[in-house]
């Protein structure tokens, strides 16, 4: 049996969360990664016998449309799955939600389901440093409970119809500072940056922030003040610390 992880994580964080929980089950961890544009998902074969955790962002309350897509390609043949969608301490409303249903769509079997708090890969002053240790021991606890799981029955709070989908409009732009080097091009989940003057299509851009985050030169930068005003908008729900949460 080996330990399959279904992750959409543009700037690391759900990631690091997802490796967390994985890291108590099996050494034996195979990794699909939903932010390669490349890969033809329809290929991807679940065994039954596998254990799998399907980790996405939450953008706005709800899951990265893109994310979502590409889950539905992939035949989970009634595997086992843990779903764990990861946010920035504002609030993740109806990701889980959403998760569970495609996850249903494409035949994996839901025994539980995480949301928990990671720092915010637009406003790193929220949530700044998670998952911190504290974080981490919780997640391992939730992972050991879920171990010995294998019944289907699980409540994942959300809305259905889920909530409208809203933009960030944050839309990264190269600065002086770019050397041309293609990494944001190759790497963009959604292929929306151009290969020649690496401009992003505002259109596709989902703002995951991953070529801010993996530009070498430090040379995408999204626009200030709108952060600002972004940031000032959900001060007051990202001021509490928001703990992780276990759906069993």
């Known amino acids: 049996m080996n330990t399959i992880e279904i992750i959409f994580s543009p ?23 939903l932010c390669d544009a490349q890969t033809d998902f329809s290929k991807c074969m679940i065994d039954k016998e596998d254990r799998v955790l399907i980790a996405m962002p939450s953008f706005g309350g709800r899951a990265p449309a893109v994310a979502i897509e590409r889950l539905r390609k992939i035949a989970g043949n009634g595997a086992m799955c843990t779903l764990v969608c990861v946010y920035g301490n504002r609030a993740y409303e109806d990701t889980l939600a959403e998760m569970e249903d495609a996850a249903k769509e494409s035949n994996f079997k839901v025994i539980a389901a995480i949301a928990a708090v990671a720092e915010h890969s637009i406003m790193p002053q929220y ?22 799981k294998t019944e289907a029955a699980v409540s994942i709070p959300g809305n259905r119809p889920y909530k409208k989908a809203g933009g960030a409009g944050l839309v990264p732009k190269p600065t002086k500072s770019c050397v041309k080097c ?33 530009c070498p030169e430090n040379a995408r930068k ?7 005003i972004a940031a000032m908008a959900i001060k007051k729900a990202c001021s509490v610390r928001k703990e992780n949460e276990l759906f069993l």
């Open 11 to 33: 700037t690391g964080g759900t990631e690091r969360v997802a490796r967390v929980i994985s890291g108590r089950w099996n050494r034996n961890t195979v990794m699909i990664d």
């Open 222 to 228: 999204v626009n200030g003040a709108m952060v600002s």
């Open 127 to 148: 949530a700044a440093g998670r998952p911190d240790a504290s974080d981490k021991k919780q997640l391992e606890q939730f992972a050991d409970q879920i171990a010995g």
């Open 182 to 214: 293609a990494l944001c091009a190759e790497n963009c989940p959604v292929q929306a940056i151009d290969s020649t003057d690496f401009t992003a299509d505002s259109r596709k851009c989902i703002a995951c922030m991953r070529c801010v985050k993996q």
